[in-house]
């Protein structure tokens, strides 16, 4: 009767971790959505916090690489059209030395 229990004691383990894993996941994922990164800081869309943490951040506008994921347009185009549900999705390579040698900040990846 042992050898059965010990089976199941190994799988409410992984299942235990592996639900934890998602969580964690999902939540770092949720968490980068609430930004709105994007150069201009008077954008409606973003809380104040997000606007400044936009300014701070992506000082330099040639070097954002960000999209609209709505609608699959830059962040410039979306300054200007819908200015809603720009999310971080950014060419790392271009991105993190632009910001290392034009903007004087650390590479957000």
Do not use: W
Request: overall charge neutral; proline content about 2%; aromatic content about 10%.
């Amino acid at each position: 009767m042992r050898q059965l229990t010990l089976p199941f004691s190994y799988l409410f383990c992984d299942m235990y971790f592996i639900i934890l894993l998602a969580t964690v996941l999902l939540c770092g994922v949720v968490d980068a959505g609430k930004y709105c990164y994007a150069c201009d800081t008077g954008d409606s869309s973003c809380t104040r916090q997000q606007r400044g943490n936009a300014a701070d951040r992506f000082c330099n506008s040639d070097c954002i690489m960000y999209v609209n994921t709505a609608n699959g347009h830059t962040v410039r185009d979306c300054a200007k059209e819908e200015r809603t549900n720009c999310s971080l999705i950014q060419n790392k390579r271009n991105c993190s030395t632009c910001y290392e040698n034009k903007c004087n900040h650390e590479p957000l990846f």
